[in-house]
């Protein structure tokens, strides 16, 4: 049994999370490989010392002096060494470097990336296993995208040689021979890479919460925790606005078949949530989450005799696609489609957008809307549930709202529903009280 | 108060039927223009006069004599002369004509177009009116299409000049100075013309059934008669099967909102159905109609963050529209895309999508699956009527049918569902009865 446990920025810090990390590992010989975030916030209104190298970065290119800057940076790492009682320890050198580096060629991404590997050097001390650099096992190509090939063969390598390591998230060695971040997050990346690269048996991702809840606590109080969720009803929630895991971080493991549990450093006794392929597990319900966002736009276009028109729809997305636009979903009738949007792309580019369709696929009238709100209700369980559709929408139907769209058809494992955004907040409780009874 | 007429095939098939529309004209005196089918079929293996006169030109087309065939034809018509006692009248000169032009150079839409222009010119001696020959009133452009302009001047000049008038259906005059016709079931479309040329307040379209009816007799017996239904309505209901008007009927009158009310000329007391632009009349039920149509097919398309690459559903459709098929529905969720398309136009082409589909857009997974059902509830009451998707998902639910499609939002008239070729009929009946209550 090898385990890959990656830690969040709040897990790490100060001090005493830094304990509750400790504890952690010794509690588990199977927990072989850290992936330690930068520190983050200890309270309200706290700095991540992620924002705090950035803006030393910023002095920097400005032709400013720094001292000030790193000054208080390499505070919130001495509280912690001596905190943990580091002996023989200081990151002295590691500042010097950062000094000289961030002075005479100040480059954001550099700057970025030493929250986490400077804390990798603190976690490797505290453990007492080898510290990994990043730099050295984690490469981008040209495009600057994780170059695959070179990744995995230099970092299975270093990891087959030593039994225990820390490996700092987040970031890597660019094409150019320059340090290269992942997106804001990306620690999660890293711990995945890893995940895949040593064959892990699991992947821990530990954070503040203790998993995915079913629905958002800011609109329903209390909710229920989810137990197991397979990657595809993460990917249909989470693009919803769930934040608790990078994204990207599902694609490594999830190709070679590596759960990941998403668990609470200040709850470790808790299960968390299991992040997985597919599943037995009963469900207690069958929902699994609901998630949903607001402010979407809808651009509807009519056209007589549209549905017989070969190569309308491509065209209309065409009038998207040249103004960068990603469209969320398209419903048509016969005469009849419409464009859902996020507003946040459109709302700049509505005329450039109106006049494109025009050009491109001549319809009769293009009208837009704002206002849409997306409510994804998403259970691997709604496919060989029957009645799950009519529970829906007789329980929003009771809080009188309107129905503005309706799409389930790409997998059998959701339904999106579009509702105005008054109507969000009502809507996911309705659907929250309906499926999860108990 | 001047109406259009148009007479269907059936309602002209013999001389009893001929009686009968006489009456009805002379019931109503703003029943001013009249628009003749050819006679259709007298009863059950009968054979249409087009489909004679289509075999006419097969015959002289390679080669052979024709005297046969059209004895047959003269021999339709002068049973409804004869019946008619119409003294003083004979098609004598037309069918020489006819015979000296199909044998020197048989053209199938001319022979096509006859069955119309001899049945004018009957119902013009039987009514004591002037006859207008449509290839001089309507007509066609370069593409096939109608010439707008120059039909509607030279028609509303002509019908200025004719208070009274037949015209017969299906054909004009196209570019090229040859007959040319609408597709079968075309004379709705002149009929629809002449409306529209003349200003008329009502246009009559008079068929063997008393207008619309709620669902397929087929498959829900003795279903409620429509009788109020917008365009808007009609076209989201038509594609789906209903045959009873000619699609392109609708334009030119919806155009300038002049009503279509189909009626039966062998119960011309029925009320028929009314088509209208809008209408305040009360709805005796929230669903206008219910149609639908077995033998979809659906494409089901994966992509690792699919939702996020601008273009991707444009490449997907171009695959499509590089084969020549227009798609029905394109439900979407975050890494997945299914596209609905008819199986008659897709079968023989699948595997030139899939491979188009991977070479355009490269995708991890093409799947497709055949047998799918398609559904539209369709009424302008919905969009008022709260809990209509709760009754309908509820009442599939009851018959435990699964929901393979649903797809509501390009308009707030109709919601299209998606379940498998063995439920359709379960399906229409059980939303029938949910929603036709009394």
Redesign the interface.
């Known amino acids: 049994m090898k385990k890959v446990v990656k830690f969040g920025g709040s897990s790490l810090a100060s001090a005493e999370q830094f304990k509750k990390v400790g504890n952690i590992i010794h509690a588990d010989e199977s927990r072989v490989y850290v992936v330690p975030s930068a520190p983050g916030k200890r309270f309200d209104g706290d700095t991540k010392v992620t924002d705090m190298l950035l803006h030393a970065y910023q002095t920097a290119s400005e032709g400013n002096d720094i001292d000030e800057e790193l000054k208080a940076i390499k505070a919130r790492y001495d509280e912690i060494i001596t905190g943990l009682e580091l002996k023989d320890f200081s990151l002295d050198d590691e500042f010097a470097e950062i000094k000289k580096n961030l002075s005479e060629n100040p480059q954001s991404d550099y700057a970025a990336s030493r929250g986490e590997y400077l804390n990798g050097k603190v976690m490797a001390a505290y453990l007492g296993i080898p510290f990994i650099d990043s730099a050295e096992v984690i490469f981008f190509n040209e495009e600057g995208n994780l170059n695959d090939y070179k990744t995995y063969k230099r970092l299975t390598e270093r990891l087959a040689q030593n039994e225990r390591a820390v490996i700092p998230g987040f970031y890597g060695m660019g094409k150019n021979g320059n340090i290269k971040t992942f997106s804001r997050g990306g620690s999660d990346v890293t711990g995945s890479i890893v995940a895949r690269a040593s064959r892990a048996d699991v992947y821990e991702n530990w954070t503040d919460v203790s998993g995915f809840l079913v629905a958002d606590p800011r609109i329903v109080p209390d909710p229920k925790p989810i137990k197991y969720i397979t990657y595809?009803e993460l990917?249909?929630l989470?693009?919803m606005g769930a934040s608790v895991l990078h994204?990207d971080a599902i694609?490594p493991v999830r190709s070679c078949g590596i759960p990941i549990n998403i668990k609470n450093t200040n709850a470790p006794e808790d299960a968390g949530t299991w992040i997985v392929e597919s599943t037995c597990q009963k469900q207690d319900y069958v929902v699994t989450g609901i998630a949903g966002k607001k402010d979407f736009c809808?651009i509807?276009i009519t056209k007589?005799?549209m549905?017989?028109?070969?190569?309308?729809?491509?065209k209309v997305?065409?009038a998207?696609?040249e103004n960068?636009?990603?469209?969320?979903?398209?419903?048509?009738?016969?005469?009849?489609?419409?464009i859902?949007v996020h507003a946040d792309e459109f709302i700049d580019k509505e005329q450039s957008v109106v006049s494109a369709i025009h050009r491109l696929a001549e319809p009769d009238s293009v009208e837009i809307e704002s206002g849409l709100a997306l409510i994804a209700v998403v259970g691997r369980g709604m496919k060989s549930a029957?009645?799950?559709?009519?529970?829906?929408?007789?329980?929003?139907?009771?809080k009188?709202?309107?129905?503005?769209?309706?799409?389930?058809?790409?997998?059998?494992l959701?339904?999106?529903i579009?509702v105005e955004n008054r109507d969000f907040e009502t809507a996911i409780k309705a659907i929250y009280s309906t499926f999860i009874t108990k």
Not at 324 to 338: A, K, L, R, V
Request: no cysteine.
């Open positions: 595809r990917r249909e989470s693009y994204e694609f809808t509807f007589a005799m549905n017989s028109e070969i190569g309308f729809g491509r997305l065409q998207f696609e960068n636009i990603s469209f969320e979903h398209m419903p048509s009738g016969i005469d009849t489609m419409t859902v029957s009645g799950t559709a009519g529970k829906l929408f007789t329980a929003l139907a009771n009188g709202i309107n129905i503005k769209m309706i799409d389930q058809g790409s997998s059998e959701n339904i999106i579009g």
